[in-house]
């Protein structure tokens, strides 16, 4: 007995030990590399495999505000909008032309994403309903001609005013001109005046624009609008066919010519199907981990050429590339850190911002969301004053040249007078949600956000939103906009990018990682707990056996001295 009490309480001290070590020493380093082997981007890896061909389809859901009164609008009325959709988009990718570094630190590629309209999501919405939206490819013409009217006369009287100032003796008459009407009045005036071609475009718009050229909006429908085309240009002529050539010229994502060629088409997505956005090089993490996935250039490029340099032409910190695509995050993710997601559709990098712990599915995660710093605080006051590219003339800006708050022009990533918001203006400034009729921000529904696993910097749910919208506004000459005297940010549609990971990917992070992790858990709580149980029920057999045992000893005394006194009486 005396062995065992002796023996019990060094096995489970040992056990106990076993387990510590097993769990705190031996596991973690096993686990680790294990998520290193398989978030490393390697050939011929489940991972690899995983990232090349994406295993489930995005959704890509597509929300349009049908304008309920565009006669009224057209009188000068507030725009009333009705919210209408999801019309659900299934989008596959799959990554082509991949290429490797010689020393595997880096791959490039392209990536082709497919868009497969999905019936029973979309339901009770269907591709053919009856919309009308504002005509963003009239707009953007008429707004084009006349930025380009406008810079042309600027171009021409500045040239004339360095003519003159290089000629001495046409210098000389001007100065006596300059004593009756300054010549410098006369150019500010002609530049204030747009040029007659777009008078003479007025009256060129039926041909150019068909029966839509009548008012700013259109009936069409998700089909065409979204992905097959609105036909425009139809065997234009004279004026109208130069206006048509050069739409055709500029080589817009979102026009192209119809399939008989006599004509030109317009639509909001089409050029992202069974299309590319661009060559991406990024990094494979086998020397550091936390840059896989990371990308070093896109389009052959650190940089982007499409917001301003600093005041010195050198890069902005608008025009860095930083993290990833969004399709995965660096593993091992701490409780308040912070990355980066590039985004082509808006040509810029995008902060996500811990929030906290979540779970999806059984699955812990950590949470992240886009903060101010995305749309809100963008101008002089914050340092970024580079996204302000002021492309769009006669629009709602600040004494900085910047929008309103909450806004983005795009007209340089979009070659369109094309404006970026949050879904329904959520947290932009207030006078947007006050020009039109049937915005409802939600922070639940409009909110840009991220979930992760944070071992393997897997998504688990995510949802990457954005609005489009354009400026409605007097075009000088065009008199389908006299009405629109004061600048109006209309909203067109916005979109939700997002995943749920489906059962069988949520079976496989646990099966290769929730339920690995619970084994060895077990595995370590078992050891501690039966080397804890061992020692107590040593402990207490001890303390039994020696209650037991002094008992024995005192009965024992009593019945000796018992025994004595009997024999001390006889």
């Known amino acids: 007995m005396s062995n065992w009490i002796l023996i019990g309480p060094v096995v489970g001290v040992f056990l106990i030990a076993a387990g510590l070590i097993l769990g705190y020493v031996v596991f973690p380093p096993v686990v680790h590399q294990r998520i290193i082997e398989s978030v490393e981007l390697k050939k011929d890896t489940d991972q690899y495999e995983r990232w090349k061909v994406t295993p489930q389809a995005l959704d890509f859901k597509v929300y349009i505000f049908n304008v309920t009164n565009p006669e009224e609008i057209e009188r000068g009325a507030q725009p009333k909008v009705e919210e209408i959709g999801p019309y659900v988009y299934s989008q596959y990718r799959k990554k082509y032309n991949i290429r490797f570094s010689r020393d595997n630190e880096r791959v490039s590629y392209y990536q082709q994403m497919n868009y497969v309209f999905n019936a029973e999501k979309s339901h009770p919405f269907t591709e053919d309903d009856k919309i009308v939206v504002l005509s963003m490819h009239m707009n953007s013409i008429l707004q084009m001609l006349e930025l380009t009217s406008r810079r042309m006369i600027t171009n021409v009287t500045r040239g004339v005013e360095r003519t003159i100032d290089r000629i001495p003796v046409i210098n000389l008459v001007k100065r006596m001109l300059d004593r009756y009407t300054p010549l410098k009045s006369i150019i500010q005036a002609i530049e204030q005046d747009t040029p007659y071609l777009l008078s003479m475009i007025n009256d060129e718009l039926p041909k150019i624009f068909g029966p839509d050229a009548n008012s700013m909006f259109i009936e069409t429908t998700p089909r065409k609008f979204l992905f097959d085309g609105v036909e425009f240009c139809r065997d234009p002529a004279v004026l109208s066919q130069i206006v048509c050539m050069s739409v055709e010229e500029r080589k817009s994502a979102t026009i192209v010519k119809t399939d008989d060629g006599r004509a030109l088409k317009f639509s909001m997505f089409n050029h992202k199907n069974k299309t590319n956005d661009g060559l991406y090089e990024i990094n494979t993490g086998i020397r550091r981990l936390e ?212 059962d069988e990917m949520v079976g496989l992070i646990k099966k290769d990682l929730i339920n690995t992790l619970l084994i060895l858990e077990i595995v370590q709580w078992t050891l501690v707990g039966v080397g804890a149980a061992l020692i107590v029920g040593m402990l207490i057999w001890y303390f039994i056996a020696r209650r037991r045992m002094s008992k024995t000893t005192s009965t024992e005394i009593i019945t000796d001295r018992t025994g004595s006194s009997e024999i001390g009486k006889n």
């Open 291 to 502: 840059n896989v996935l990371k990308i070093e250039k896109w389009n052959n490029a650190k940089t982007l050429k499409v917001w301003n340099t600093d005041r010195n032409g050198a890069p902005s910190v608008c025009q860095f590339i930083n993290g990833t695509d969004g399709s995965a995050v660096a593993p091992f993710r701490e409780e308040g850190d912070n990355f980066y997601i590039y985004s082509s559709d808006i040509c810029r990098s995008v902060q996500m911002f811990y929030e906290g712990k979540t779970t999806y599915q059984g699955i812990p995660g950590f949470r992240y969301q886009t903060r101010d710093n995305f749309l809100n605080q963008i101008g002089s006051n914050y340092g970024n004053e580079c996204f302000c590219v002021n492309k769009i003339n006669g629009s709602l800006r600040n004494e900085d040249g910047c929008l309103y708050s909450g806004a983005l022009d795009l007209s340089e990533c979009l070659d369109a007078p094309i404006v970026a918001t949050a879904p329904h203006f959520y947290g932009a400034d207030p006078v947007y949600n006050l020009m039109i009729d049937g915005t409802y921000p939600n922070p639940e529904k409009h909110q840009i956000f991220l979930e992760v696993e944070p071992r393997t910097g897997a998504p688990l749910r995510g949802g990457k939103k954005a609005q489009f919208n354009m400026f409605l506004k007097k075009i000088d000459h065009i008199a389908i906009t006299n009405s629109f005297v004061t600048p109006v940010l209309f909203p067109v549609l916005w979109v939700d990018e997002g995943i749920e990971l489906n």
